[in-house]
């Protein structure tokens, strides 16, 4: 089992930043991609991005490129996603998730492991 906890949400202007936190424990956490996706009210959960275990592979939705980065330090317990230039369609709940990739692949889907979420509000 993983267990995953999101923190640093929370309110903020259009045009600003926030940077979130996702800490990973439980069985061995090696291999593991870990993922952020997010949700907003009346829609789909949807892929935010994704880093691999070693870092060295990423994957970013087209509509965060250039905004957002995805991070892990260097014990690999934490990743994090700095979003930046943050719109108010930006506003969600933002889920960090895991799942074991042997072959140090990033994916989009099938994850095994969520957290509780963190809700990201942007206003206008």
């Known amino acids: 089992q993983v267990q995953l906890v999101e923190s640093g949400g929370g309110l903020v202007q259009a045009g600003g930043s926030l940077r979130l936190s996702c800490v990973a424990s439980?069985?061995?956490?090696?291999?593991?991609?870990i993922g952020w996706f997010r949700q907003a009210p009346g829609k789909e959960r949807e892929f935010v991005a994704a880093i691999n275990w070693d870092g060295d592979s990423i994957d970013y939705a087209d509509f965060v490129k250039g905004r957002f980065t995805i991070s892990r330090d260097n014990g690999k317990i934490t990743t994090y996603l700095q979003m930046s230039g943050l719109k108010p369609e930006d506003t969600a709940l933002y889920y960090c998730a895991a799942d074991w990739s042997p072959a140090a692949d990033v994916f989009r889907s099938g994850y095994d492991y969520w957290g509780q979420g963190i809700q990201v509000t942007v206003s206008s």
């Open positions: 439980g069985r061995t956490l090696s291999q593991y991609v």
